[in-house]
Nanobody, 121 residues
Framework: QVQLVESGGGLVQAGGSLRLSCAAS????????FNWYRQAPGKQRELVAG???????NYADSVKGRFTVSRDNANNTVYLQVNSLIPEDTAVYYC???????????????WGQGTQVTVSS
């Protein structure tokens, strides 16, 4: 069974950095675009960054210049480098792909379980 597994979250002081990873497990033949979302307590889930199959990245205005998304197709992994963190970045971060090719065919709208990022002031 194909799963997305996030890691790399944690507690960090304001101004610090983390590198979040999202690894696709199982038999994978390829995947399309990947997105990183976050959800803070009491708030709606928001899209923070995305990367297409052609490695075109896009970012929410609130994270531009601080976050960088990248993908390693050979290892079926996507990364989110988060720098210059501020307390407002505190949230559970989720990765998502709109389509992934597996042994059993294409699967759509696949989500990871999330990783907590907490930024202290």
């Amino acid at each position: 069974q194909v799963q997305l597994v996030e890691s790399g979250g944690g507690l960090v002081q304001a101004g610090g950095s983390l590198r979040l990873s999202c690894a696709a497990s199982g038999t994978i033949y390829g995947f399309n675009a990947f997105n990183w979302y976050r959800q803070a307590p009491g708030k709606q889930r928001e899209l923070v960054a995305g990367i297409t199959s052609s490695d075109i990245a896009n970012y929410a205005d609130s994270v531009k210049g601080r976050f960088t998304v990248s993908r390693d197709n050979a290892n079926n992994t996507v990364y989110l480098q988060v720098n210059s963190l501020i307390p407002e970045d505190t949230a559970v971060y989720y990765c998502n792909t709109d389509a992934i090719a597996t042994l059993d065919g294409w699967r759509y709208d696949v989500w990871g379980q999330g990783t907590q990022v907490t930024v202290s002031s």
